[in-house]
Nanobody
Framework: QVRLLESGGGLVQAGGSLRLSCAAS????????MAWFRQTPDRRVCVAAI???????YYTDSVKDRFTISRDNALNTVYLQMSGLKTENTAIYYC??????????????????????WGKGTQVTVTS
């Protein structure tokens, strides 16, 4: 099964940029649509961006035009380039395979549901 490790989070001022990385292990990475999710203080983990297997991407309205998801299948890595960061972007960011639902609970993530391929997350904190 795929194991994931997020990195690149940190503390940044509003308007700044960060680049998140998600390194995956496993031999089926290129066959999976991958996504970035964010966990806000209400403990909801909701999709922010999706990278398909053939170049297609999806963004939620709250991040489109500011965030860019990309992938390097040779490196088994997914990236999230974030620019124009806002305080409301403060969250724990997780990567994982694309899922059918839009949001999940933190409990579900801890339980490895609906699929057991969540990373441990990386904290992004945006200050004013």
């Amino acid at each position: 099964q795929v194991r994931l490790l997020e990195s690149g989070g940190g503390l940044v001022q509003a308007g700044g940029s960060l680049r998140l990385s998600c390194a995956a292990s496993g031999d089926t990475f290129s066959k999976k649509a991958m996504a970035w999710f964010r966990q806000t203080p209400d403990r909801r983990v909701c999709v922010a961006a999706i990278s398909g297997t053939s170049g297609h991407t999806y963004y939620t309205d709250s991040v489109k035009d500011r965030f860019t998801i990309s992938r390097d299948n040779a490196l088994n890595t997914v990236y999230l380039q974030m620019s124009g960061l806002k305080t409301e972007n403060t969250a724990i960011y997780y990567c994982g395979s694309k899922k059918n639902g839009r949001c999940y609970s933190a409990y579900e993530v801890r339980q490895g549901r609906p699929e057991n391929d969540w990373g441990k997350g990386t904290q992004v904190t945006v200050t004013s």
